[in-house]
């Protein structure tokens, strides 16, 4: 069956890096967009940063923008999320997901992707 495992988070200070990971098993993912969504404590899940099939085109919500990146590598089934210069508001549960329709073209939707993980929680405080 389907599994998006996500990885990477913690506890990290204002200004630190975080990098998670998340593997995808189950489903063909070098032809699937891939997402990164989050959700902080009594809020809605936000969209986070998308990446097309081969990584051509990436999107960024505006609160990340300019600190964090998203990559992925298809030899791995894994997509990356890079997240620089972590501030408290950043704090959240952070889940990837998978798009198996639109040909592979990246997706700012939630209702785009169909397949999510649980998530991995990251903590930004001093």
């Known amino acids: 069956h389907v599994q998006l495992v996500e990885s990477g988070g913690g506890l990290v200070q204002p200004g630190g890096s975080l990098r998670l990971s998340c593997e995808v098993s189950?489903?063909?993912?070098?032809?699937?967009?891939m997402g990164w969504f989050r959700q902080a404590p009594g809020k809605e899940r936000e969209f986070v940063a998308t990446i097309n099939w081969g990584a051509y085109f990436a999107s960024y919500g505006d609160p990340v923008k300019g600190r964090f990146t998203i990559s992925r590598d298809n030899t791995k089934n894994t997509v990356y999320l890079q997240m620089n210069n972590l501030k408290p508001e950043d704090t959240g549960v952070y889940f990837c997901?998978?798009?198996?329709?639109?040909?592979?073209?990246?997706?700012?939707?939630?209702?785009?992707?169909?397949?999510w993980g649980q998530g991995t929680q990251v903590t930004v405080s001093s």
């Open positions: 997901a998978a798009r198996r329709r639109g040909l592979g073209e990246e997706s700012i939707r939630e209702v785009d992707y169909e397949d």
């Open positions: 189950g489903r063909p993912f070098s032809n699937s967009a």
